[in-house]
């Protein structure tokens, strides 16, 4: 249960320190996009900015997905 609740904050710290990395880096960025997203368009946002935001989900959701299949102590010793 530790390890399990260790990867899931790391996974988050280690996602919330991207976005905040990301979001100073993407501040002079000349190049702005919108998203189509079927049901409305999104603000103009820079391209890197969307790369990095797809990026930090990725990181965030791999980390809780590690963080799920971690085998249980029961597991892990045979006992089901």
Known sequence: MLLRLRLLLASLGGGV??????CLGAQNLDQRT???????RTAELPTGFLLGVSLVIGVISGGAASALLVPGRDQASGRE
Do not use: A, E
């Open 17 to 22: 320190l991207l976005l905040l990395i990301l």
């Open 34 to 40: 919108r998203l189509n997203l079927g049901f409305g």
